[in-house]
């Protein structure tokens, strides 16, 4: 897959077939548009092209207006081109969503930026897709232009996940609620975390238990609800086993605020600076505070070992 992110650089695309959204998770509603897209890109002898926005649309608004929003990712963008990749996408165009960009009239956005920079054979887009000033453009809004730059118009409906329409909402509320497992039936893989492992207050040794303590970099990443998981981490090219902890950890009252922690099951290497990936795999328990230090530490052991019976049918070979 080629990824660009200069309009000024792109290359002049073999029969488009052309999609734009935020493409949040790669679920599998937006790998459904992808697969409609090679058929139709294979029928044409063309190239898959997706074009997305950074930042998101929603988070540039919101900043551009001197507002706050609650939007949280579940995909950074090297996550999210990783996750296209692998569903056999040709291109990935990355387009900086400024004030300017986000003021476009719909016939402007057409014709200025599809059609301009693009030429697009194919267009498909998902049934709520919206665009250019106050996202008043939509497909009927394109039908107008079809004739006129000769592209053909593919709309996608809904598509259903056991009877579930599946969004990057849903998923993202699921995560909130500490569901991880069903947002991995949404997703269609398990819910990560990347980041590099840095220095704490070592209170995890002391309790029999130590954590790797987890910075992540990206501020918009969702990040789980607070409470201990069963999941599987990976360092380099290895996965191990083990539980993680977001919170607060209100049984000590460090006033550090909130934590991700994670205990690696057999494993006593030094991995300080390292970046690791963390992939949730059920949910334990809710974060809950502890009258003594004892109390956590025969409540961790127990957490452990309902870790390691959810995760005993979980591969651990290597990357």
């Known amino acids: 897959m080629k990824i660009f992110r200069d309009l000024g650089q792109l290359p002049e695309f073999k029969n488009a077939v052309l999609t734009i959204g935020s493409f949040d998770g790669v679920h599998p509603g937006h790998r459904h548009i992808i697969r409609v897209m090679q058929q139709s890109a294979k029928a044409l002898n063309g190239e898959t092209v997706l074009i997305t926005f950074y930042p998101h649309p929603r988070i540039a608004l919101a900043e551009q207006n001197g507002q706050i929003t609650s939007l949280k990712l579940l995909c950074d963008l090297d996550e999210k081109a990783t996750l296209l990749e692998k569903s056999g ?33 194919v267009i498909v887009i998902g049934y709520d897709h919206r665009f250019g000033k106050g996202r008043t453009g939509d497909i009927v809004y394109l039908k107008k232009f079809q004739s006129k730059y000769s592209f053909q118009l593919l709309e996608i409906s809904k598509h259903e996940v056991d009877g579930i329409a599946v969004s990057s909402t849903k998923i993202r509320n699921a995560l909130q609620c500490g569901d991880v497992a069903h947002a991995e039936k949404m997703l269609g893989y398990y819910y990560t975390l990347s980041g590099t492992v840095i220095h704490g207050l070592h209170l995890g040794r002391k309790l029999g238990f130590p954590t790797a303590n987890i910075a992540v970099a990206d501020t918009e990443k969702l990040i789980p609800e607070d409470g201990i998981y069963a999941v599987v981490v990976n360092i380099g090219l290895k996965k191990y086993k083990g539980m993680l902890y977001i919170g607060s950890r209100p049984s000590v009252d460090t006033g550090f605020g909130k934590t991700i922690e994670v205990n690696i099951f057999d494993f006593s290497e030094d991995i300080y600076g390292q970046k690791i990936k963390v992939e949730f795999i059920d949910f334990i328990r809710a974060d809950i505070k502890f009258d003594n230090l004892p109390e956590l530490s025969a409540q961790l052991e127990k957490d452990s070992i309902s870790a390691k019976n959810i995760l005993k049918n979980i591969e651990t070979v290597a990357l």
């Open 89 to 121: 996408l040709d291109n990935l165009v990355v387009v900086p969503f400024t004030k300017e960009f986000s003021e476009q009239s719909p016939d402007d956005y057409i014709e200025r930026f599809l059609v301009k920079y693009f030429k697009p054979a």
